[in-house]
């Protein structure tokens, strides 16, 4: 049981936050603030035409993403991906787990990836993410020096610091994005002390302002997300990931171990904060129904490679590659 | 009757004339044949001292070390042993602390190893008198003074330990300077118990850079490290590690604005024996079923009260 009171404002009112980031000190670090303006209307769709904010700039940049597991050769490259149907090199057994990932990610906008087991997608989030340390390539984040050095390149002090304060990571099980064994407001708290809130009455605030939010009840702020369904617990992640205010998100399979109306709610969820917060977002689903949803494009992965990228729609609607093609009649069945 | 620490029950007859001058304590044994200076070996030594200048380089950060065996345990005070056998030299006076006092078991041994393994080297138990003050779990109440040395024994130098198991974890959080898990945990204290709970070692930052463990000293004595005249030494013999505390050097607990850092209170008691005001008192139980504070420094327990009966002499002649 909790010795301190719950912050009696949040009452679990989903909409009734939309500042709540501003609510605590001003901290240098919080750099969504130049994107708010042009994405705080909710008129914007979804949908939006990339036109209409081409002029904020990527949020993201990343080029030649490659991942190996293994020592690596000349042919690495060559003798994988989706032609021959495999990650192995044929040469030296190296595990070729993405490579060459290239795309642009606009700020406030949402690309998916989508791509079966094993095809990388997990992969390029969490090398972007700082989980993985990429073989080769390049990203770019508008907030991270002015897009003029690879967050690749950073020191790990420098990582820790982009990793804390502009992106966040919803990862697909509850356990690795959220410590079980502390509270879910603690769970939260543990940005917003990352990025050196030291009240801790303001450090409640917020966090119960997020999980209010993502409709998870206030009063359970204080239990911990153990024993939370695995829907709330990712409402908790998705909270934690939005602490500070990051300007791109990146959702790692958030749905896939929810029940359909679950899912529904999640993804609803989802969707308003993309609208409201003007936050950029890596979707990385293997299911084609939550891109269409979220996504204005969409790359699809296959044996470590992009083998169509371009507007969801024109994926969905006129799919070019035989991969593309079989993952879309696949549902269409 | 109170019994000091030292075992006398009369609270008279060792106090009329204290132990003021190093002198005062004679040497109890001779010394050991065969060892050499400072029972450690020379290159040992170096290594020791070494890690110690790493650690006063870099305030706060844990230097890995090689530590030796020696004739008592590790976990026993090894680390504050090994740091001050490499640093007393002819000349030295040395105090040895345990828990407040200077008859504990420990104490008494590591005093008598030093003294018959490094000739030359006086102990005391007068504070001020000593160059070199090895403790465990306590920093005298006497203010120490830019000349004097405090070595601290340390069980546990990793202060993420609790909240992360991984030595190479602990080592990237240390790296990064990523203490936010730290900062969780006592995030869920507060939540969960209204406060601050931890009393024995609390993380304090230092040089506004690593977080560290200051050894098991009570919350009473954390501030005295800040901005301290004198360096700060701590041994880990059991973790192999060794960090410091150089000179003026800001150590600041982690605290909350809104739930700020306070030391211990004794509710206005006062000691039992020498009455004094304020210093860190422990409890006494008494035949009634109540209990008695006293002070857990000795020293300054003996030294009030031998100061406060002389006064008393002199008004009474």
């Keep these: 049981m909790s010795a301190l009171p719950t912050p009696a404002a949040q009452n679990g009112h989903a909409h009734a936050h939309p500042q709540a980031r501003d609510a605590g000190p001003d901290h240098p670090h919080d750099h969504t603030h130049g994107d708010d303006d042009e994405h705080a209307h909710p008129a914007i769709a979804v949908h939006a035409p990339l036109a209409a904010t081409a002029e904020a700039g990527p949020a993201m940049r990343v080029a030649g993403l490659t991942k190996l597991y293994g020592r690596g050769c000349p042919d690495c490259i060559a003798t994988t991906g989706p032609d021959v149907e495999t990650n192995a090199c044929a040469a030296c057994g190296t595990l070729v787990a993405c490579a060459n990932v290239s795309f642009q990610l606009q700020a406030g906008h949402t690309i998916g990836i989508v791509g079966e087991s094993g095809s990388g997608k997990t992969t390029v989030l969490r090398a972007l993410y700082g989980d993985v340390t990429p073989t080769a390539g390049t990203a770019h984040l508008a907030a991270y020096r002015d897009g003029q050095r690879s967050i690749f390149e950073a020191s790990s002090a420098e990582r820790r610091r982009i990793r804390n304060f502009t992106l966040g990571m919803v990862y697909q099980h509850a356990w690795e994005g959220l410590n079980l064994r502390i509270s879910a407001g603690g769970n939260v708290a543990e940005r917003l002390l990352a990025a050196e809130w030291r009240r801790i009455g303001q450090i409640r605030e917020r966090a119960a302002g997020l999980l209010g939010r993502m409709e998870v009840p206030v009063a359970w702020m204080d239990d911990f997300p153990a024993y939370f369904s695995g829907g709330m617990q990712q409402r908790v992640q998705i909270a934690k990931a939005l602490a500070n205010g990051p300007s791109v998100v990146l959702l790692d399979e958030m749905t896939s171990g929810l029940d359909v109306s679950v899912q529904a709610g999640v993804l609803d969820l989802i969707q308003e904060i993309q609208r409201d917060e003007g936050v950029a977002m890596v979707v990385v689903s293997h299911d084609l129904g939550v891109v269409r949803l979220l996504c204005e494009r969409t790359m699809v992965m296959k044996n470590g490679r992009v083998v169509e990228a371009g507007l969801t729609d024109q994926i969905l609607e006129d799919p070019h590659h035989p991969y593309t093609q079989l993952l879309v009649s696949s549902i269409n069945a | 009757m109170l019994t000091t620490s030292n075992g006398t029950s009369d609270l008279h007859a060792p106090f009329a004339e204290a132990p003021a001058s190093p002198e005062a304590l004679p040497a109890e044994v001779g010394t050991l044949e065969g060892y050499n200076y400072g029972f450690l070996d020379e290159l040992s030594k170096k290594a020791v001292r070494r890690a110690l200048l790493k650690g006063v380089a870099i305030p706060g950060y844990q230097v890995p070390f090689g530590s030796r065996e020696l004739p008592i345990a590790r976990g026993w005070g090894t680390g504050g042993l090994q740091i001050t056998l490499s640093l007393v ?70 202060p993420l330990r609790n909240v992360e198991w991984r030595e190479a974890e602990t080592r990237r959080m240390h790296a990064e300077a990523d203490y936010s898990r730290m900062w969780v945990a006592l995030y869920e204290d507060v939540v969960q118990n209204g406060r601050v709970t931890k009393y024995a070692g609390y993380p304090v930052l230092v040089n506004g850079r690593h977080v560290m463990a200051p050894s098991p000293i009570p919350k009473w004595d954390v501030p005295k490290l800040h901005m301290a005249p004198y360096l700060s030494l701590f041994g880990a013999g059991r973790e192999k590690r060794i960090y410091a505390v150089p000179p003026l050097t800001s150590v600041v607990p982690l605290s909350f604005d809104d739930y700020p850092f306070a030391v211990e209170s004794f509710g206005g008691a006062t000691c039992a024996r020498c009455g004094s005001p304020k210093t860190y008192l422990v409890s006494l139980p008494d035949q009634q079923g109540g209990g008695v504070y006293i002070c857990s420094d000795s020293n300054w327990c003996d030294t009030t009260l031998a100061a406060s009966l002389a006064a008393h002499g002199e008004a009474c002649r």
Aim: aromatic share 0%; net charge negative.
């Design chain 2, 89 to 158: 030299g002819p000349g030295d006076v040395l105090k040895v602390i345990d828990q407040g006092a200077d008859e504990g078991v420990n104490a008494v041994n590591i005093r008598r190893l030093v003294e018959r393994t490094s000739p030359g080297v006086a102990t005391t138990l007068d504070t001020g008198a000593a160059t070199i003050i090895q403790t465990r779990h306590r920093i005298p109440e006497l203010p120490l003074r830019d000349d004097q040395l405090l070595v601290l024994q340390v069980p546990q130098p990793e």
